[in-house]
């Protein structure tokens, strides 16, 4: 035990003191800000320039009521501003334009073409009659400008029929009052703060952190016995202790490196653990309470325990990152797959399917984390897979254990499979 | 009694007989070479000497005893290629060491500066590892393995690496602590240097034994048949089969080995009559020219 604990805490400072240490650190939370809530504000943020665009109708009164229902859409009903930030909504200057002869809509193409506008919505009698109207603008690809315009229309459609069977002003806007779903989870019987769409943006991220922390320290410990490997220190270090002890030196310390960055995290993280955040203009609460944060932890450590005696095993068999690279895929491969069924998981958490993705071993770590974040499934379920996760992880540490012990001593070639096996076989 | 007794120890690696029933003991207090050229087996018999790898046939006996793991306590190991934390500072590595083998962390830094300061690397002791030159790291290494006072000190190729003026230091404290009593065990393929040191040989070429005993004893087996020539001229003496056996031959300077009952008065003659004769010196053979030999006769 005492030689363990002087591996694991030479591992441990080692770590902590090198510099990729305090960058991951700082980096890993900045990066997944980056990917998530960044990309939202930014699309917001670039309609800071006026955008004009022009509806060719013939009916006056219908452009109007496109326009009134578009320039209240699409955002800004719903989102009110990220704290803190000046951001406004889309800006736009919307003309109504009645001749809608075929010159005219040449001359819109043409001014569309040398920028005068930015896009218009052909939208004459008939076309409004077959339900088919065109918009032209120098981009195609703002989903946002087109979902909003469609709805208008539709919108405004409606309010001419029902004008046309008599309806008041007041008893229109009252039918198309939108309705609003407010989704909340129960939890122990309890209805949760956290909403739907909160959930979902909460277990993804936490998910894709225990995703990177899990593979990045899985790798390292891969990385750091290849690194010993090279330098030979271990004929040294195998006369004074054994490669068992080796091994779990190096596994345990490369695990207190990741549960104090998980800490380090988790402080910086809590007091904005309550905020609200807005993302693709909708705002929700992350949901990081504590048992969220306990097994995140516990997740890691049995996650990280499984697939580090396997890169342990790996780092020792090969000689060089390279030789690696090939084999480092094979051990990836279940964590790849747990992302890859992460939003059915996410979204179906009861399934058959989840379930049983989440008792494999290999995938437990990611999947039953999930389902816990978003549904808390039946306790036996979560203890089965917990039971199922620590039996895999002593045996593979037993398995590659084996393989570490004679890898470590071996150079030059690179072994082929079934020489690893015939490793776990000696004596 | 033996420091170290192996029985017909065998290991092999696939088809590959690393080691095959080698036999050998090592007297307490004496300075025991394993020599034989690379590859010969020697790191894969003293791996099986201090449990790295477990023999897969014979018996290995430490301080009289079956082997156990905390025999190793006692031990010191110097490895071939030296084997270091690099981004550790050198104490902190050293108190490392010194508590793998069981002593606390004040007294292995005690010691280490100890060692530190006679080995002259006092002064590099809050470096980094990576910092320090081959030949200190080697140095490092040697201090690393002495920390714990074991009785049976392990050197593989403990002079590589080393200027002539470190490898008398590293020699005078090994021999020092041999006159404490502690026993040493060499392994080389380099024979000048160990030949002044050891006292007994063990000499393994492809895994076994293929001669064995004290120099002394094998020295004299071959008996004094070898000549050193100085010599400036012609070389067509070395051509007589009638005298020369083999010889080494340096320019102007040459190695001979007698044919067996070959008169060397003879070939001083034959010297002097092509040549202008230096020295002419009737030697032992050294450690190389029987390596040589025994090496060259076993692969024939």
């Given at each position: 035990m005492h030689n363990i604990f002087l591996f694991a805490r030479r591992e441990y400072l080692e770590t902590v003191r090198k510099k990729s240490f305090i960058v991951m650190t700082i980096l890993l939370p900045a990066l997944m800000f980056g990917f998530t809530v960044l990309p939202s504000m930014m699309a917001s943020k670039k309609s800071g320039e006026m955008q004009h665009l022009v509806i060719a109708t013939s009916d006056q009164q219908f452009g109007n009521d496109v326009r009134d229902k578009f320039m209240e859409t699409p955002a800004e009903g719903k989102t009110p501003p990220i704290r803190g930030s000046d951001n406004a909504s889309r800006r736009f200057d919307v003309q109504i334009d009645t001749n809608v002869s075929q010159q005219e809509q040449d001359a819109l193409t043409q001014k569309v073409n040398v920028h005068d506008i930015d896009g218009y919505l052909w939208a004459p009698a008939d076309n409004l009659a077959q339900r088919k109207l065109s918009f032209r603008a120098r981009t195609s690809s703002d989903f946002e400008t087109q979902g909003a315009l469609s709805s208008a229309v539709r919108e405004a459609l409606l309010r001419q029929s029902m004008r046309k069977h008599g309806a008041s002003a007041d008893e229109i806007t009252a039918a198309l009052k939108p309705v609003d779903i407010d989704t909340k989870k129960i939890e122990n019987g309890k209805v949760s703060e956290s909403g739907g769409l909160a959930m979902f943006f909460t277990a993804l991220l936490l998910m894709i952190m225990l995703y990177v922390t899990i593979l990045m320290y899985s790798m390292s410990v891969m990385r750091s016995v290849l690194e010993e490997k090279n330098s030979r220190i271990f004929e040294v270090l195998l006369s004074a202790a054994t490669p068992k002890q080796l091994m779990a030196g190096k596994i345990l310390g490369a695990a207190a490196v990741g549960l104090t960055q998980i800490a380090l995290w988790t402080v910086a993280a809590s007091p904005f653990a309550a905020q609200s955040i807005s993302m693709y203009g909708e705002q929700f609460h992350l949901n990081l309470s504590v048992a969220n944060m306990i097994f995140f932890a516990v997740f890691f450590i049995l996650g990280f325990l499984l697939y580090s005696a396997l890169a342990a095993a790996l780092g020792s068999a090969v000689n060089s990152e390279q030789e690696a690279q090939q084999f480092q895929f094979v051990i990836m491969m279940p964590l790849i797959v747990s992302v890859i069924f992460m939003t059915p998981v996410i979204q179906q958490p009861h399934s058959t399917l989840a379930t049983v993705l989440s008792l494999i071993p290999f995938c437990a770590p990611l999947l039953m984390y999930t389902r816990i974040l978003v549904e808390t499934p039946p306790a036996w379920q979560i203890a089965l897979s917990l039971v199922l996760l620590v039996g895999t992880i002593y045996a593979m540490l037993a398995i590659c254990s084996r393989i570490y012990r004679i890898g470590i001593l071996m150079y030059g070639k690179r072994p082929t499979l079934p020489e690893i096996v015939k490793w776990m076989k000696y004596a | 009694m033996h420091t170290v007794e192996l029985q017909q120890v065998r290991k092999s690696y696939d088809k590959f007989?690393?080691?095959?029933d080698l036999s050998l003991n090592i007297a307490r207090g004496s300075i025991f070479g394993l020599l034989g050229p690379n590859g010969a087996g020697k790191t894969s018999t003293i791996r099986m000497m201090i449990g790295i790898t477990v023999p897969d046939s014979g018996e290995v006996r430490m301080f009289g005893e079956p082997?156990?793991?905390?025999h190793l306590k006692r031990v010191g190991y110097l490895p071939e290629t030296s084997g270091l934390y690099k981004r550790m500072k050198v104490s902190e590595q050293l108190i490392l060491f010194g508590q793998l083998r069981g002593l606390s962390a004040t007294d292995a830094a005690a010691r280490g500066k100890k060692w530190c300061e006679r080995m002259e690397?006092?002064?590099?002791?809050?470096?980094?590892?990576?910092?320090?030159s081959k030949g200190m790291q080697q140095k490092m290494q040697f201090i690393a393995t002495l920390l714990h006072d074991p009785e049976f000190l392990i050197m593989d190729e403990p002079f590589s690496g080393l200027d002539p003026v470190n490898a008398t230091l590293l020699k005078d404290v090994l021999l020092e602590l041999n006159k404490e009593g502690r026993t040493i065990l060499f392994s080389t393929h380099r024979m000048d240097q160990v030949e002044k040191l050891c006292s007994s040989i063990c000499l393994i070429n492809r895994g076994e034994a293929v001669l064995q005993g004290t120099l002394k004893e094998i020295k004299g087996r071959y008996g004094r048949n070898n000549v050193q020539i100085e010599y400036e001229g012609a070389d067509d003496f070395l051509h007589e089969n009638g005298l020369v056996q083999s010889f080494n031959n340096y320019g102007n300077y040459v190695e001979v080995r007698m044919a067996p009952g070959a008169d060397s008065q003879k070939l001083l003659q034959m010297v002097a009559r092509g040549s202008r004769i230096n020295k002419f010196e009737l030697v032992e053979p050294s450690l190389e020219d029987i390596f040589i030999d025994t090496v060259g006769k076993t692969d024939a």
């Open positions: - | 007989i690393a080691v095959n082997f156990r793991r905390d690397i006092g002064s590099w002791m809050d470096k980094k590892t990576e910092e320090l």
